[in-house]
């Protein structure tokens, strides 16, 4: 199938193409541009400032109306935003909710934040914040946990003390949305996944249910007051579409039209000078009514019609003007009420990369995307290409002796043979819902190959992937929810695997029939992220979370740490260099990019890489060069030239 070109930024293809900007910095953000937004919001004052959280990304930020995004460093970076709120008095008072890190607050437009309501057992999901229109000090959230933050918590001095209203809720129930009538402000409304509408007239001080009407099993994900009409309130729920109350909730009745189905909603947004226009972000497309649900247009901007369209956001100025956030096109800009989306990425470098494979001539990078899909460099990231084939969330990358290349995914291994023009599924005997893990041939005889899947053990083939078979055995970890599993072939004997499971190595001789463990000595008692294998000899590297780097010189039986330098950094990558023996690259959480010339007896971090989007999660290098890329969970991939390093760094 033909491919959709994605000609990127600007300024990345500058950067790439201009000796003199390139000069200027070893390390260069490349792409791809886009990736999945969560959060949007316009500042009301300065209506060409737009903030944006990604489920990765962190939080960006535009100042020309979402022409061009910078990415905002300290505590948020690298953040799973999920809700994003900005005081309407003073617009450079933001408010940003976290999955599993709670509430935070910034004082100065984005530059600096601070944690301001943490659990302290359980982390709240933010799902939602309002702020008080006529007291802005007054804020509420809705957060959807176990612990002791769970349902509608509140503050009145800004940030400072914090109490929980969940008088009259149900308990144990699970709060997505919250919204304030903006002309009555003590009046709230609440909305429960699987228990309704919630109201209260006092500030949260006391709750009740709104309506019989909209009770019981209503899965409710979203609330909107109409600023223009505010007894209006739209409910958008992910069982039964959309709901409107025009009595302050004491009524409420279907809002979704002439539409055929339920659809899934994901965000709402209304309008606020016009009464009735509502926006609806879906799974598959966005929805616009002019008359308060009674008839839905449908759009479907974008790259591809499955698009999840999760945040929108309305210029309060110039309500004509839409900004969506997809699930992995990042950020689409209509001036004309919907009718027409243009994309809004140039400089969002939020995509969540999680491999990465340089083969082929120097600038040729392929790059899997948890956000879904595969993407093709071959000019060093100065344009990307998605394959069309692949569209699902890509794991793992291979490419075999003969130039083959195999991708691993949620729902299949996808082929690509050499000089062939198109990726094939070659799937027989994988499970229908097979996530595939991890990838690794037999250097002997390349047609054999393993694969590790997420939830389903170890699978084989010895025919390219024409068919593949299940270990007999259950596999040592079990059913699991880890992305991915190490997995390595002992470069000496590779009829042996080798896997890294909980605290633990393991392997087996005979296809997967019997796992032994293969550590007798030396493993930390951490979990094993990744695992690399030297091509000559039986040197192994094992890199773990928060416990560094761990070496072994026998296969795997006896280990030491490897950590001077780089000390218990969370390993989440490493890269042998084929061409020069004892340089080995670790990515890290957090803590940037090392190198070793030693074989790992030291450790230095490559400058400029703390600077980095903080979640590295794959590494390669250029097969005739030394370029090394970087790929990131929500920061897109970085490319390093050490030839531009400045004298004495």
Known sequence: MPSIRWVMA???AAVLATPAARAAEPWTVIGPEGGHITALAVDPQHPQTVYAGG?????LKSTDGGATWKRLPGAL????ITTLAIDPTTPQVLYAGTYAEGLYKSRDGGATWTRIRADASVQPEVKAIAVDPAHPQTVYFAADNIGDTAGINKTTDGGATWQVMNEGLPKQSRTYAVAVDPKTPSTVYAGLYGNGVY?????AVTWSLASTSLAGNVMVVALAVDPARPRT???ATSNDGFRRSDDGGDHWAEANGDLSEYPLPLALAVDPAQPGVVYAGTRGGILASANGGARWRRFRPGESADLQYTAL???PTAPETLYAGTDRGGILKSTDGGRRFEASNKGLFGVDVT??????AAGFLRMGSGDGGLHETVDGGATWTRVEDVDERVRCLIRDPAGNLYAGTDG?????TEGGRGWLPVRRGLPDDVRVGALAFDPRRPERLYALTRSDGMYRTVDAGAHWTAAEAPSPWGAGNRDAYPLVLDPTTPDTVLTGAGYGLWKTGDGGKSWTAAAKTGLPAADMIVLVADPIGRTLYAGFSQAGIYKSTDGGMTWVASQKGIGRASVQALLIDPLTAGIVYAGTYASGVFKTTDAGATWTRIPGSDRLHPDITSLALESDGPILYVGTGGGSVYRFDPGLLKPGR
């Open 233 to 235: 309130i739209y409910a």
């Open 77 to 80: 970076a690298g953040a799973s």
């Open 55 to 59: 489920a990765s990304a962190g939080l």
């Open 412 to 416: 299949s291994v996808f082929k690509r």
């Open 355 to 360: 491999t990465l494979l340089a083969a082929g």
């Open 10 to 12: 600007a300024l990345a």
């Open 199 to 203: 109201k209260s007239t006092d500030g």
């Open 313 to 315: 956001a309305i210029d």
